[in-house]
């Protein structure tokens, strides 16, 4: 079950889409709602701006950081949810904005965060972020197209299934959705980086019969990949379920000191048109 939601805030212009997300996901499971905004890095800087130049900054975050509470609260108290607003206003230098997201998602049962927008210069969405989260917190993430429209969210759900530890991991924290789904599609992808074996004698039945046990019906369809990117195939897929909700596995691997994740990964978080379910 869903009991505890977190959704991450920063200024822009689907905030409200966002928050309206996560408040619906909240209400259909009788959940707790967590709003939180992140200051801006710099502003924890000292050693590296003047006095003044540093409360300026520090200031203007706080001013944000109190217009997304507001708009976050008329929307939990609009709907009578069990909510509360944190705003992380000083960060550790070695910190970034997914350090610290991972560490409160770690008790929640869901992060809800944004697409990265290259139009919006406001935002603080990194790329790839929910990808790094699903990594970096071993929770769910759900993240949001900058460009959706927020209407509920599940009804109609394509997983992307290739037998993988990430995949399997991905449909289990969705089984919450998938239990109220009205339609769960199965999309069963093989010709990438998997043995044959991986999938058994009739590739996607032992989900298929799984998922069935937890009281999910799946319509199941095999994407044979040789030349398109696994990535276009899922999300065009998706367009033709009519889907609004994407589930799959992050893949990622560290490099040196950073985070590099998976083409198919990426390309999803790139390209998505609908909300996508995320889990490493």
Known sequence: MLKDVLVYLEEGHNTNERIGVAAELAERFSAHLTGI???????????????EALEGYRRSWQVRNARLGEAFRAETDRRGLSAEW????????????????????RY???????????????????DDLAGHL?????????A??????PVPVGRRVVIAWNAGR?????VADALPLLREAEVVH????????????????LPGADIATHLARHGVAVEADRLVMRDVPVADALLSLTAEQGADLLVMGAYGRPRLRELVMGGTTRGVLEQMTVPVLMAH
Request: aromatic share 4%.
């Open 37 to 51: 905004a992140v200051s801006e890095p710099m502003a924890a800087r000292a050693e590296f701006l003047p006095p």
């Open 86 to 105: 944190r705003a992380v206003e000083d960060m550790r230098l070695d910190l970034s904005v997914a350090d610290i997201l991972a560490r409160h998602a």
């Open 108 to 126: 929640a049962d869901l992060l809800v965060v944004g697409q990265y927008d290259p139009d919006e210069p406001h935002g603080l969405v990194p």
């Open 134 to 142: 699903a990594v970096l917190a071993g929770r769910p993430v759900l």
């Open 144 to 149: 949001v197209p900058y460009a959706w429209q």
């Open 166 to 170: 990430e995949a399997a991991r991905a």
């Open 186 to 201: 199965l999309a069963v992808v093989e010709g990438h980086d998997r043995r044959r074996g991986d999938h058994g004698e």
